[in-house]
């Protein structure tokens, strides 16, 4: 890829074009090396730092730029002197014991990156985007993400209608569901979470194979945070993995 391509990759249509994103900054290009030590897909990265990072080391093809350069590929006002160019990944055949977590037009950058980081950390989630969430390649979620869209298998543009052709039964979220310490809860294989604003939509949740829960509270406020509600669900079915008899 020519360099006077790279800045595009700030949109998103160019990324989807050209199959690759930018990320920037020490912590992401950390996760970034570590993740490629396991994940063949990710040693071809390519390496841009600035001449006060010459000395980094990196098992990519490495190239140092010029300050102009730099600020052309930075996604923020104050460049940190260091990008890696990412080709975009297949999520891959789920794994066995793998569960998944849809995401019904969550547009919110540090949700989604929120939500993203939760996966990574108990392992064995893979992430569905529907259609109108946020492009999970954008730099703002890949900042709240802190690595994790390298560890957290993603699919984009899955649409909710189509759902059930994969997952007999689902699992949502709704505020007069069942308890969510009940057992039954962890009999499904995906869990749908509903966009910010406007939940799950009602069709979904009375829809045949649909199992509605909730997150009991002290009823002070109308809802969680989306993120704060796929990281209780998250550890619950976690938790329950780790401890089969509590």
């Given at each position: 890829m020519?360099f006077?391509?790279l800045?595009?990759?700030?949109q998103?249509?160019y990324r989807?074009?050209?199959?690759?994103?930018?990320?920037?900054?020490?912590?992401l290009?950390?996760?970034?090396?570590?993740?490629?030590t396991?994940n063949?897909?990710?040693?071809?990265?390519?390496?841009?730092v600035?001449?006060?990072?010459?000395?980094?080391?990196s098992?990519?093809e490495?190239?140092?730029?010029?300050?102009?350069?730099?600020?052309?590929?930075s996604?923020?006002?104050?460049p940190?002197?260091?990008?890696?160019?990412?080709?975009?990944?297949?999520?891959?055949?789920?794994?066995?014991?793998?569960?998944?977590?849809?995401?019904?037009?969550?547009?919110?950058p540090g949700?989604?990156?929120?939500?993203?980081?939760?996966?990574?950390?108990?392992?064995?989630?893979r992430?569905?985007?529907?259609?109108?969430?946020?492009?999970?390649?954008n730099?703002?979620?890949?900042?709240?993400?802190v690595?994790?869209?390298?560890h957290?298998?993603?699919?984009?543009?899955i649409?909710?209608?189509?759902?059930?052709?994969?997952?007999?039964?689902?699992a949502?979220?709704?505020?007069?569901?069942?308890?969510?310490?009940?057992?039954?809860?962890?009999?499904?294989?995906?869990y749908l979470?509903?966009?910010?604003?406007?939940?799950?939509?009602?069709?979904?949740?009375?829809?045949p194979?649909?199992?509605?829960?909730?997150?009991?509270?002290s009823?002070?406020?109308?809802?969680l945070n989306?993120a704060?509600?796929?990281?209780i669900?998250v550890?619950?079915?976690?938790?329950?993995?780790a401890h089969?008899?509590?």
């Amino acid at each position: 890829m020519k360099f006077d391509d790279l800045g595009k990759l700030h949109q998103k249509k160019y990324r989807e074009q050209l199959g690759h994103y930018l990320v920037e900054g020490e912590h992401l290009v950390l996760e970034l090396q570590k993740a490629a030590t396991t994940n063949p897909q990710l040693r071809n990265c390519r390496l841009y730092v600035s001449e006060e990072r010459a000395a980094w080391r990196s098992p990519f093809e490495t190239h140092v730029v010029s300050k102009r350069r730099m600020k052309e590929l930075s996604a923020t006002e104050t460049p940190q002197g260091i990008v890696a160019l990412v080709p975009m990944l297949r999520a891959g055949t789920p794994q066995a014991g793998e569960r998944a977590v849809y995401l019904h037009e969550i547009r919110d950058p540090g949700n989604l990156g929120t939500i993203l980081r939760t996966l990574a950390w108990f392992g064995r989630f893979r992430c569905l985007l529907g259609p109108g969430s946020v492009d999970p390649y954008n730099p703002k979620v890949l900042r709240a993400s802190v690595g994790a869209i390298f560890h957290t298998p993603i699919e984009v543009d899955i649409d909710l209608n189509a759902l059930r052709d994969r997952f007999p039964r689902i699992a949502c979220l709704d505020m007069h569901g069942t308890p969510l310490p009940s057992p039954q809860f962890h009999q499904f294989d995906c869990y749908l979470f509903g966009n910010e604003a406007h939940g799950v939509p009602r069709e979904q949740l009375d829809a045949p194979g649909t199992m509605t829960f909730s997150i009991a509270g002290s009823n002070a406020l109308e809802s969680l945070n989306v993120a704060t509600s796929v990281s209780i669900c998250v550890y619950e079915l976690s938790r329950a993995c780790a401890h089969p008899r509590e």
